[in-house]
Antibody
C-alpha cells in the first residue's frame, strides 16, 4: 500500500525557517518524481515544487523560488522541503504527492498534509 | 503560465442529478489533466487522470472528457458522498496549475 506521511509543520515567526519531511512507503520511491502542493486556509490548491527521481530536475513556483529548497534522500525513502524566510502568506497545509515514473501520471497519491502557520 | 479557468465556482444539486464541471486551459495541454475531489480536512483524491481515464476504485458515475484546452468532469447521478470540492490540475507545463475549485453543495 502506497503511503506518504508528512511531518515537520508547526508555528513559526515571519522570517523563520522550517523543514518539512515526507516519508514514503509501499512503492519504489527512487523511481518516482515527487511533488509538494499547499493549501492556504479556506483557499484552493497551489503547486509548490517538483523534484525528479534523481534530483536532476527541480522546479519551484515563483511564490517560493529563492526561499524554499526541495530535496530527497532515496536511501531513506524521504522527501524534504526546506522553507526559509517564511512569510505570513506561506501559512498553509503542505501536502507531498507522488509524481511520475515512465508512463504514469502524477499526483495519484497524496499524504495527509502538515500545517505550517507563520505568525508573529 | 497556463491559467486554468474552472466553472462554476459553486453548484447546488440534488441526489440523483447529473452535473458537469468545466476547466478551460489558456493554452493547449494535450490530455495532461487530472480531476480531484477534496472533502473538508482531507487530502485531495484523484478521480480522473489523462483527462478521461478513471482512477482505479473510483465509481463509474464519474467521467472525464476533453483534450487541448476544454475539459469536463461529469457525475452522472450524484450520491450523498459526492458533495465536496472538485479541482482540475494541468501537469503539462511548469508551473503546474490548478483550477479555482468547484464547491458542490446539496440543494
Amino acid at each position: 500500500e502506497v503511503q506518504l506521511v508528512e511531518s515537520g509543520g508547526g508555528l513559526v515567526k515571519p522570517g523563520g525557517s522550517l523543514r518539512l519531511s515526507c516519508a514514503a512507503s509501499g512503492f519504489a520511491f527512487r523511481d518516482y518524481s515527487m511533488k509538494w502542493v499547499r493549501q492556504a486556509p479556506g483557499k484552493g490548491l497551489e503547486w509548490v515544487s517538483s523534484i525528479s527521481s534523481s534530483s536532476s530536475f527541480i522546479y519551484y513556483a515563483d511564490s517560493v523560488k529563492g526561499r524554499f529548497t526541495v530535496s530527497r534522500d532515496n536511501a531513506k525513502n524521504s522527501l524534504y522541503l526546506q522553507m526559509n524566510s517564511l512569510r505570513v502568506e506561506d501559512t498553509a497545509v503542505y501536502y507531498c504527492a507522488r509524481g511520475t515514473v515512465w508512463g504514469s501520471y502524477p499526483f495519484d497519491y497524496w499524504g495527509q498534509g502538515t500545517l505550517v502557520t507563520v505568525s508573529a | 503560465d497556463i491559467q486554468m479557468t474552472q466553472s462554476p465556482s459553486s453548484l447546488s444539486a440534488s441526489v440523483g442529478d447529473r452535473v458537469t464541471i468545466t476547466c478551460r486551459a489558456s493554452q493547449g495541454i494535450r490530455n495532461d489533466l487530472g480531476w480531484y475531489q477534496q472533502k473538508p480536512g482531507k487530502a485531495p483524491k484523484r478521480l480522473i487522470y489523462a483527462a478521461s481515464s478513471l482512477q482505479s476504485g473510483v465509481p463509474s458515475r464519474f467521467s472525464g472528457s476533453g483534450s487541448g484546452t476544454e475539459f469536463t468532469l461529469t457525475i452522472s447521478s450524484l450520491q450523498p458522498e459526492d458533495f465536496a470540492t472538485y479541482y482540475c490540475l494541468q501537469h503539462n507545463t511548469y508551473p503546474y496549475t490548478f483550477g479555482q475549485g468547484t464547491k458542490l453543495e446539496i440543494k
